[in-house]
């Protein structure tokens, strides 16, 4: 078993990570240890990572311990990018996170001074802006961020600092190694650092488009105090969308406890809306809840997703719609209550078998389409206007045991969930065959889609069944014979 | 003179019930024709809207239930004639609205938008499950819209109470529709005054067997029957036909008889006609043409 940790003292007394746990006990008897908790330190990590976002909405873990933070033009708010290193520091401190900082240009470069470039009392380390090559020259090569057997053969080549990397041109660099790949990736790691080449990194949410947010020296504890600054944020942030006529479909609440934790908060909208009190109403009704912990210290409501808006739309603050208004204002709030499938509308399909020929989808998407239409009429649904149809459709339809009167009649009796019931009238039969071209290519021995044929009948009692024979009676020779299913209730 | 007293307290009473949508500015009848059949809508057929003295209210719940087996329970077939009813009753009031509009439109110069009404379905999924999903072609038979139509599916009944209610309370809806297993006094009262406020009409389905409530303006008891006859096709179903019984009405006196009658659905002209004649009796419909006593629908 091998120490992965150590904290101060044990550092000073010489145990490093790596070590041996029994070779550590022999030299220091009163060494106290504990089982490592890699999950547990992962998770915290990323609530770290979550709490980070407080200082700019590109971030992510960086390995297995560090953050990394995008702070692109993030810096004036804190007063200078010495005064935002001090700032992340004491607060981390302040959770009791033993933690090291490093600011340059490139992730690569930020990486290495934070791990091996901090001065021994200091808790960061910056390069200025454009000096990044003198900063990281003195770093060791495991700075590169290579993978053990490398850094090896670096060492051994004679090669322990970044900066004697510089002066060696590239092709002999190349030859000095046995496979061209081990020079490949410490060429594309130097640059990376150098910010000659791109780093593909992937922040923890996608950033937001607009966002607008607020400090607190006094951490927020009241849920009064909370919906009144959340009011004042989505007037800016509305007013901020209508500088740039620009509408939010998604819009994001986000707010950072004094504890290091954060949480948020999610309204979609089904078209795109600036104005306040609407977002407002939709994200009151996910204040419950939230639980300020320790205090709220950091709100920010970011604008997620947004589009154009379509300049015919009535705003959301009308009093009085019109019975023909759109009722996107009910959808939101229906939607943002209830979760977004539960407030559906019915699509037409590319297909004319029964079940496949409409689908459900939700409407805080398909309002917009099928609202915002540019012409004063458009046209209804496509859905062919042939014989009835059920009002009613069965998800799958359902078997049902028959006794018809003549095998390529309408049934006689048939029995479904149980009950019998005669037959009184029946309208029929309409065909409905499988879709040709999904048989094209079936094999000998995959079941074949039948033709249906759909009897519409009617009981005794009056109540209208929508059935059909799967199958034909006759048909291929040593086939199963057909089945009858229901598949709809007429109303 | 105290008739004349009784007369005018009644006239100033239906005037307080029949009160404005608080939240429609636009409710200023500018005349009394369009006012009123804004403020309710009918069947289509006269001789049962004679018995609703102010049509089918649209400020109002509406509760229509089938009938119930003989054990209690209720079958599908209960369920979809409830359902039919409350369906074509909406189709009416769509033709109601459209019918309003039309006449304002050509007066005062059509606005920019072709305003569809929109129609509001709610339901809890356990009840989604027994009957499946509403179609778009069976409802477009039906006459309703399909790209006008939401469908709210909530996991318990008091998420689509809730949501019937917050239907009711925005004013961009032309009729909801909800179908429970039941219903409460506290609740209908709150989905009545709800769509008091914003003139919207609410039809509620509830199970056969439970408890009918006194919140709702009307209440229905509707039975499906054997159809009308096929015009061409002796052996087919024809026209659907529902026995309707008006259980309770808040405009009449509840002494007045429960007035049950036969009302047939015509399909092109989209209104209730009275269906007589004890024709179509299934034991007819075997194909024997001769003898067959054909029903008549009197168009009153």
């Known amino acids: 078993m091998a120490i992965t940790a150590v904290n101060g003292a044990a550092a000073r007394a010489g145990i490093e990570p790596g070590t041996a746990l029994s070779d550590a006990r022999a030299a220091h008897p009163t060494l106290v240890s504990r089982a490592a908790e890699p999950e547990n330190d992962r998770i915290a990590l990323l609530k770290l990572a979550r709490w980070a976002g407080r200082y700019g909405p590109n971030r992510h873990v960086d390995g297995g311990d560090g953050l990394w933070i995008d702070i692109t033009g993030v810096a004036h708010l804190f007063g200078g990018e010495e005064n935002l290193l001090d700032d992340v520091t004491r607060r981390l401190s302040s959770f009791g996170v033993a933690v090291q900082a490093g600011l340059a240009d490139t992730l690569g470069a930020a990486h290495g001074l934070a791990r091996f470039g901090c001065p021994p009392n200091a808790a960061w380390s910056l390069a200025p802006a454009d000096r990044t090559r003198e900063a990281i020259g003195s770093l060791p090569v495991e700075a590169l961020r290579l993978d053990a057997p490398r850094v090896l053969l670096l060492k051994r080549l004679g090669l322990r600092r970044i900066g004697q990397l510089y002066d060696i041109p590239r092709d002999s660099l190349a030859r000095r190694f046995r496979s061209s790949d081990i020079a490949a990736a410490v060429l594309v790691r130097l640059d990376q650092m150098l910010g000659l080449a791109d780093e593909p990194r992937r922040p923890m949410q996608p950033p937001p488009v607009l966002s607008v947010a607020r400090a607190f020296a006094e951490p927020l504890i009241s849920s009064e105090a909370l919906e009144g600054i959340a009011a004042e944020l989505a007037a800016e942030l509305a007013a901020a969308l209508a500088a740039k006529d620009l509408g939010a479909r998604t819009v994001r609440l986000t707010f950072y406890r004094a504890d290091g934790t954060a949480g948020t908060a999610t309204a979609a909208m089904s078209t795109p809306c600036r104005e306040a009190a609407h977002m407002m109403a939709l994200l009151k009704e996910k204040f419950a809840g939230i639980d300020a912990g320790f205090g709220i210290d950091l709100l920010r409501l970011d604008a997620v997703r947004v589009a154009k808006r379509n300049a015919m739309q009535n705003g959301f603050a009308e009093p009085a719609s019109t019975l023909g208004g759109d009722p996107a204002a009910l959808v939101d709030r229906l939607a943002n209550r209830f979760g977004s499938d539960a407030i559906t509308m019915l699509r037409p399909r590319g297909s004319h078998i029964p079940e496949r020929a409409e689908t459900r989808r939700p409407a805080i998407e398909t309002l917009t389409a099928a609202s915002s239409s540019r012409l004063a009429y458009a046209p209804p649904w496509p859905y062919p206007k042939g014989p009835p149809r059920p009002a009613f459709v069965l998800a799958r339809p359902e078997p049902i045991e028959v006794i018809a009167e003549v095998p390529d009649g309408p049934p006689a009796r048939f029995i479904w969930r149980r009950v019998e019931r005669r037959v009184a009238r029946a309208e029929g039969p309409e065909r409905i065959a499988p879709e040709w071209w999904r048989t094209l290519y079936l094999d000998e021995d995959q079941k074949r889609p039948r033709p249906r044929d759909y009897y519409r009948v009617e009981d005794h009692d009056g109540a209208a069944y929508w059935v059909f024979r799967h199958g034909l009676y006759g048909g291929e020779e040593e086939s199963a014979p057909p089945s009858w299913f229901v598949h709809g209730l007429f109303a | ?300």
């Open chain 2, 1 to 300: 003179m105290k008739a004349a007293v009784i007369t005018g307290l009644r006239s100033r009473i239906l005037s307080l019930e029949r009160h404005a949508s608080r939240r429609d500015p636009s409710s200023q009848p500018d005349d009394a024709g369009t006012s009123s059949r804004r403020w309710s809508w009918e069947l289509g057929c006269p001789s049962f809207d004679e018995l609703l003295p102010r049509g089918l209210e649209t400020n109002s719940v509406h509760e229509i239930k089938g009938t119930p087996s003989a054990l209690g329970g209720a079958s599908a077939g209960d369920w979809m004639a409830a359902i039919g009813f409350a369906a074509r009753l909406a189709v009416r009031r769509l033709d109601a609205l459209s019918e309003m509009r039309a006449p304002d439109a050509a007066s005062r110069g059509a606005p920019p938008r072709a305003a569809r009404p929109w129609v509001l379905w709610c339901w809890p999924k356990a009840l989604a499950g027994e009957f499946g999903a509403p179609s778009a072609a069976g409802l477009a038979h039906l006459g309703l819209d399909p790209s006008r139509l939401l469908i709210i599916e909530t996991a318990r009944a008091s998420e689509a109470l809730n949501a019937l209610e917050e239907s009711l309370k925005a004013s961009s809806l032309a009729v909801v529709i909800g179908v429970l297993n039941e219903i409460e006094l506290t609740p209908a009262r709150r989905l009545s005054l709800a769509a008091g406020e914003t003139a919207t009409p609410c039809l509620l389905i509830t199970h056969p067997s439970s408890e009918p409530v006194g919140a709702t303006a009307t209440r229905w008891r509707v039975a499906r029957m054997p159809s009308a006859e096929h015009r061409f096709d002796p052996r087919a179903p024809g026209a659907a036909r529902v026995s309707a019984t008006l259980e309770r009405c808040r405009a009449r006196p509840a002494s007045a008889a429960w007035p049950s009658l036969l009302l047939e659905w015509c399909d092109e002209t989209r209104r209730f006609g009275l269906a007589s004649g004890v024709a179509d009796l299934p034991s007819q419909t075997r194909g024997t043409a001769s003898g067959t006593v054909a029903a008549t629908v009197r168009t009153c």
